[in-house]
């Protein structure tokens, strides 16, 4: 009997090979591009589940109720620390992470590397397999260091490195460590990435800072013993606020702050480390925005239920061609449920076709999908057990909705109305308008948020950074050489060259350049009674002039004035309204009781020196000779930009031989700011692409079958004195309707998901009513073309031969 059943399925797939291909190839396209999203989705959702303890593990942070806006910070005082744990029984292992980038030499070799500097029970919260050395024992001295496996290949290649010594830092400060661990490599969805560790008391500024709870400069992380619940942790830490943070809490009093709805105006909180890869406003949320996770699930799932509705649209409209063959085994004694087997099963063949191929399509276009989307996927990712289970689960799910409902609407039909020839579909019935109604309403969301995001990227792109971004080439300068000799060696050979407009130094690049680097320095300080948050930025002689940033009063660094390089300063307009001054050129204010009395000398316009959709933050510009530098800004003359760039190059070799020149021109690295946005509009360009593909594909078959069935009217129609153009009007418009019908519906919300979208930006677009209109006429010439083909074709057959036929 089953045999019987697969050849009857593959005998009425052959007959209608067209329809069979068109329901295989839709099915295909979906299938590929729905694996490729759901697995892109699930990856991103899998960040740093790998450690064994992920529900147990937090990063403290600082929740403050301003009268503006509720805030979090991550940055913590180095004191913190042994004061959680003494005070906190319920803490198991708490560690400080400290963020930074040195130089290693090994045996006259040196290597740029990531180190961070973190206390013993590092090791013990976090799951990163030790390949060598133990874990209670690696970090027990100050000069023991722990390296991954891939930087123990780079420095020692085949030798052992256990017990060898290595320098790290320049000059001065150079320090020998001792290997005593090695750490497997990071799989790629782990958060925390770093070549090596070593311990937190080796982090610059750390033995002047340990004793000061109003120095903020570090992550801290604590992993909490199985009994305990994080609320209820959180509730004990309120006194412990109160005790070393009464100042902050005095002070957003007189802010005119109020408390939130846990009653706190400045707390103690913890976030989970499953959820702090999303979270941007710490410093471990480096991923992107969960929203964009969520919509890469939500347009797979769109794509997938689009072919649905075509599968199930076809089969519906095919079944009452097949009314008679139902009709005829039924009554030679076909069991209801035995014609369901089969229908479905046919249903099933035509899936599995269809999943096979777009398995293969999958394969096929994954390079192409992972330089486009910067993805990590692999053929060995995607044969993993839980992705195969996701896999089969999705053919399942398919089979069931798209091949399950025609099935059972066949097995329904009433063998005696069906020899009569009662059973007929001249007229569209309820569920086959509902379903083209949906597709082309996901299709017109898709196109609308496609739109309105590419805006937005173009806005965001546009939008004015508070400098001159254009002619400015930014060099990393590296850990390899002392960047303020290189800086003085680089003016010395380009002075005078007309090309050459401007040098300057930074420690914070413009954009992401080709090293792929971004640092943050934040600062926060009491002044009078106001608690100030500021970006600290390194910078030396000839940074304003370099790009075109204007002063709106005071002077800028001079080395004229020694004293511009110990204790004077340059403020953004945001950072002296923060201050409350109007004019602040003049005053003095400290970051902490026991540090250096600045004094502001400039002001100057809010500038952008992270991405514009963060906003413009108040920026505190100081010079330092016995700070390093990391970058380099060269500006040139519009003219000379390859030029320039090859002459930076031979330049730099003489300089600085033992640095890679990894050049850049900024108003590129400024538009990579604008990455994840660009990948979202990718994203939904390629789905609202397949999407719109696919509803046509629906569109053009059902109206095929629905001109099979009214050839006897359009023959009439015509002998009766119908033109071609009368008919096809007759003929699209019910399909048109639909259409209509489903930019009604998407157009709100469409704008209600993108208005939300829009809110997390400071700079954003108004979404304009034109947007809406146009897609709506694209969405309606579309269907009236496809439907148009088979129309015309249609109209122009022999009303003789459709009418003898009938």
Request: aromatic letters at 10%; one cysteine or more.
């Amino acid at each position: 009997m089953f045999r019987n059943y697969i050849k009857i399925a593959l005998r009425n797939i052959w007959k209608s090979k067209g329809y069979a291909l068109i329901n295989i190839v839709g099915l295909s396209v979906a299938f590929s591009i729905s694996v490729f999203l759901f697995l892109t989705a699930y990856f991103a959702l899998s960040f740093d589940n790998f450690h064994a303890d992920k529900k147990r593990i937090y990063q403290v942070y600082f929740a403050s109720n301003d009268p503006e806006k509720a805030n979090k910070a991550g940055s913590m005082p180095f004191p913190i620390t042994p004061a959680l744990k003494a005070e906190f029984p319920e803490i198991e292992e708490i560690a400080r992470v400290v963020n930074g980038s040195n130089v290693l030499e090994y045996k006259g070799k040196y290597f740029d590397k990531n180190i961070k500097f973190t206390d013993p029970g590092f090791l013990k919260i976090f799951s990163f397999p030790l390949v060598k050395g133990s874990r209670e024992a690696a970090l027990q001295d100050l000069s023991s260091i722990v390296i991954t496996e891939n930087m123990a290949k780079a420095v020692f290649g085949s030798e052992d490195p256990m017990g060898k010594q290595v320098q790290i830092g320049l000059d001065a400060d150079k320090m020998q460590y001792v290997v005593t661990g090695v750490m497997a490599d990071f799989p790629d969805n782990s958060s925390l990435r770093f070549d090596a560790v070593v311990r937190s008391e080796n982090a610059g500024g750390y033995q002047s800072q340990k004793d000061q709870w109003d120095a903020h400069s570090h992550n801290v992380f604590v992993k909490l013993k199985p009994s305990t619940d994080q609320l209820a942790f959180e509730k004990r830490l309120k006194p412990f606020t109160k005790k070393y943070f009464s100042e902050s809490i005095a002070s957003l009093k007189r802010q005119g702050a109020v408390p939130d709805e846990r009653g706190d105006i400045f707390a103690i909180r913890l976030q989970n480390l499953e959820k702090l890869h999303f979270d941007t406003a710490l410093a471990g949320g480096g991923g992107a925005p969960i929203a964009l996770v969520y919509a890469l699930m939500g347009i797979g799932f769109f794509i997938l239920l689009i072919a649905c509705i075509n599968f199930i649209n076809l089969n519906v409209a095919r079944s009452f061609i097949r009314a008679r063959e139902v009709g005829v085994r039924k009554s030679l004694g076909a069991l209801k449920n035995q014609l369901f087997l089969q229908i479905w099963g046919e249903a099933g063949v035509i899936c599995f076709l269809g999943f096979l191929s777009g398995i293969v399509l999958a394969i096929l276009l994954l390079p192409t999908f992972n330089a486009t989307f910067q993805g990590k996927l692999s053929l060995d990712y995607m044969l993993e057990p839980d992705k195969l289970a996701l896999l089969v689960g999705l053919f399942l799910l398919v089979t069931t909705i798209a091949g399950g409902y025609p099935a059972w609407q066949m097995s329904k039909f009433n063998a005696v109305e069906v020899l009569k020839g009662k059973v007929s579909l001249k007229k569209p019935g309820l569920l086959r308008n509902s379903l083209i109604i949906a597709q082309f309403t996901l299709s017109s969301l898709l196109i609308c948020c496609t739109v309105i995001a590419v805006q937005q990227v173009d806005h965001l792109r546009k939008e004015p950074l508070g400098f001159q971004k254009e002619q400015v080439i930014s060099i990393p300068v590296g850990s390899k050489v002392n960047s303020q000799q290189v800086l003085q060696r680089l003016r010395g050979k380009l002075e005078g060259d007309p090309q050459i407009l401007g040098i300057t130094g930074s420690g914070v690049n413009l954009g992401m350049g080709l090293d792929r680097s971004s640092s943050r320095s934040v600062i926060g300080f009491t002044y009078k009674e106001k608690e100030i948050s500021s970006d600290w930025l390194h910078i030396d002689y000839d940074y304003l002039k370099t790009l075109n940033i204007k002063l709106l009063a005071g002077r800028e660094f001079n080395p004229a004035y020694q004293s511009d390089t110990l204790d004077r300063v340059i403020i953004t307009e945001s950072m002296a309204k923060m201050i409350g001054e109007k004019e602040p050129v003049g005053k003095y204010f400290q970051t902490d009781t026991a540090g250096v009395k600045y004094q502001i000398i400039g002001l100057i316009p809010d500038f952008n020196l992270y991405s514009s959709k963060n906003g413009k933050k108040p920026i505190t510009m100081y010079l330092s000779r016995s700070q390093s530098l990391s970058y380099i800004f060269v500006r040139v003359t519009p003219q000379s930009l390859a030029v320039s760039m090859d002459k930076l190059k031979r330049v730099w070799k003489e300089i600085a031989p033992e640095s890679e020149f990894i050049g850049s021109y900024v108003d590129e690295n400024t538009n990579a700011w604008y990455r994840e946005e660009e990948r979202l509009s990718q994203v939904f360009s390629l789905a609202s692409g397949v999407a719109i593909v696919l509803s046509c594909l629906g569109l053009f078959a059902v109206a095929l079958i629905v001109m099979e069935q009214r050839t006897k009217e359009i023959g009439v129609r015509k002998v009766l004195g119908a033109s071609i153009s009368n008919l096809v009007y007759v003929l699209s418009r019910d399909f048109v309707k639909l259409v209509l019908i489903a930019i009604v519906i998407s157009t709100p919300l469409a704008w209600f998901a993108m208005q939300k979208w829009l809110d997390n930006y400071p700079y954003r677009i108004e979404i304009s009513p034109m947007v809406f209109i146009i897609v709506g006429l694209a969405a309606v010439v579309i269907a009236v073309v496809t439907v148009s083909f088979q129309s015309i074709k249609a109209a122009l057959m022999n009303p003789v031969k459709s009418l003898k036929s009938e």
